[in-house]
């Protein structure tokens, strides 16, 4: 079954957003009333200002870089799997920096409605990333 056609862009669009660190842009593929939940460490963030003040401080802190692996879109929404890696340079809670690279793997699901992100829900193992930086 092919992708979406529009659904596609809306994801090869986030994913260079992101890619090129400028957040403003990233914000222009989320709704208002975006649910974004991060599995990994068990938080799930309510509307595009709580999104962005998590978004910013994890991204910044960890030089995340992301690498798409899969896209499957359809009108609804997208699974997409990717592989993050950057450098932890700046403290996270509980995490002071470490200066250490990691990739980690994971795996995106998002619900789409108007050509907006409305739902993410990012899987990924922390543990890896803990023990990549030394911290457990």
């Known amino acids: 079954m092919a992708n979406h056609p529009e659904t596609e862009e809306l994801v090869k669009g986030y994913v260079r957003a992101i890619g090129s660190g400028d957040f403003e842009r990233v914000w222009e593929y989320y709704a208002d009333n975006i649910v974004y939940e991060d599995t990994a460490v068990n938080q799930i963030y309510y509307g595009i200002d ?25 009108e609804e929404g997208f699974g997409i799997s990717w592989h993050m ?8 809670p509980g995490m002071p920096a470490t200066g250490k690279f990691f990739t980690v793997p994971g795996a995106s699901i998002a619900r789409v409605k108007n050509g907006k992100i409305v739902r993410n829900r990012d899987f990924w193992n922390n543990l890896d990333l803990l023990k990549q930086l030394g911290l457990s």
Request: proline content about 0%; aromatic content about 12%; some cysteine.
């Open 85 to 92: 890696g950057g450098i932890h340079d700046a403290d996270l």
């Open 50 to 74: 709580q999104v962005k003040k998590f978004y910013v401080k994890s991204m910044t802190a960890l030089d995340v870089r992301w690498i798409v692996d899969t896209c499957y879109a359809t």
